[in-house]
């Protein structure tokens, strides 16, 4: 099975600030078609996960531009350019190559 | 717009078995996979199985093969899952999701 891990475990940030999220696989997620299936959700509290990102780097629709999403092969990142109060909650990375797994999850507040 | 409409909270005890009930609008539910996902209190997001709606192949996660069934009716656009005899680990919030929308969830609280 694809094990995903997900660095920091929880991060506190200051509204307008930065924040960056890493997820590490324990295979590539890079497929035969050249697509890498890696993708991000937030789980708001009390609510089902939302999609953020699909396949690294596409915003879904209706996902502000200040989250973006990189990497290749085993290494991931999701960034927030600028944290704002709504984005608190966990972040998932998840990977559609092999049925589906997801990473432990990233806690994010607001300091 | 797409929405997936989820069976109401339960409480079953141990030995039980439940079953899901995923309510697709927006679309129609033959042209995709519906997977299911579960989320124990504390835990990461956990795969359980998914169909392909269209043709009805199922496939499942190997720590549920023997007791979950995954089926749908395309007549109603809705996919079920159901889930046998149930242990106080099972107690979870139940999602279905087509990947990029998600269902509400349901409650499974499994108690003696």
């Known amino acids: 099975d694809i094990v995903l891990t997900q660095t920091p475990l929880s991060l506190s940030v200051t509204p307008g600030q930065p924040a960056s999220i890493s997820c590490k696989s324990s295979q590539s997620l890079l497929y035969s078609n050249g697509k890498t299936y890696l993708y991000w959700y937030l789980q708001k509290p009390g609510q089902p996960p939302q999609l953020l990102i699909y396949e690294v780097f596409n915003r879904f629709s209706g996902v502000p531009d200040r989250f973006s999403g990189s990497g290749s092969g085993t290494d991931f990142t999701l960034k927030i350019s600028r944290v704002e109060a709504e984005d608190v909650g966990i972040y998932y990375c998840m990977q559609s190559i092999q049925f589906r797994t997801f990473g432990q999850g990233t806690r994010v507040d607001i300091k | 717009q797409v929405q997936l409409v989820q069976s109401g909270a339960e409480v079953k005890k141990p030995g039980a078995s439940v079953r899901f009930s995923c309510k697709a609008s927006?679309?129609?539910?033959?042209?995709?996979?519906m997977h299911w996902v579960r989320q124990a209190p504390g835990q990461r997001l956990e795969w359980m199985g998914w169909?392909?709606?269209?043709?009805?192949?199922?496939k499942y996660s190997q720590n549920f093969q023997r007791r979950v069934t995954i089926t749908r009716d395309t007549s109603a656009n809705t996919a079920y899952m159901e889930l046998n005899s149930l242990t106080s680990e099972d107690t979870a919030v139940y999602y279905c999701?087509?990947?990029?929308?998600w269902g509400q969830g349901t409650l499974v609280t499994v108690s003696s």
């Open positions: 999701t087509r990947d990029d929308y």
């Open positions: 927006g679309y129609i539910l033959s042209n995709y996979v």
């Open positions: 169909i392909n709606a269209g043709n009805g192949d199922t």
